[in-house]
């Protein structure tokens, strides 16, 4: 999974994700995950992008 976000993890950290409906149009609960961070680069204006594994889905 790759994410955009302002937060720069640790290597290997692993962080909580949500991904939610685009704009909300299914009336369904977000994907929530643990994700293993593999990578973390900038991109610019203070976003990193976050590459990871899928370690455990939540729900």
Do not use: F
């Amino acid at each position: 999974m790759t994410i955009r976000a302002a937060y720069v993890p640790g290597e290997l950290e692993v962080i909580e994700v949500a991904v939610a409906s685009p704009g909300a149009q299914l009336d369904r609960p977000p994907l929530v995950t643990r994700l293993q961070v593999k990578r973390c680069h900038a991109v610019g204006d203070g976003i990193y992008e976050i590459g990871g594994a899928i370690v455990r889905v939540l729900g």
